[in-house]
């Protein structure tokens, strides 16, 4: 038997959310900085364009922004969001290393992984965010 607090829609205002995204932002883009130093620290070059804070930063805030509205869009259409966003995340997290494989071709490795890496760690705090403040629960 589910408990009531699991039956009842969770209501978060709009202070909330927007304190929920601008945190998964700053925090991603600190992981982001310590992800670049480190990469500088094992070889990746420092006129890497993509490893400069402007670049991440831009980036970054982009990819959690977007990812809330696609959350914001399953959770408010789908029957089951919790299974297409258990599908959806992963799917668009391995079509955003596209770019980042052209950064190959400029024979750069380091750069690039630390790239890729940079995506999976922005992808799993927004998603933690995204949990917190627009839980799947409240969908409707």
Known sequence: MSSVSEALPVRRGPLVVAGGVLGAILLSS????????????????????????????????????????????????????????????PSVVVVSFVPDFFQFGAGEVTGVVALLLMHVVVAV???????RVLPLNSAR
């Open 125 to 131: 705090i927004a998603v933690l965010a995204c949990r």
């Open 30 to 89: 600190l992981a982001n900085a310590l992800i670049a130093v480190l990469a500088h620290a094992v070889g990746a070059p420092d006129d890497f364009d993509p490893l400069k804070p402007a670049a991440y930063i831009f980036l970054t805030t982009l990819g959690v922004l977007g990812g809330t509205v696609g959350w914001v869009v399953v959770r408010r259409f789908s029957r089951d969001p919790e299974r297409l966003l258990r599908r959806l995340v």
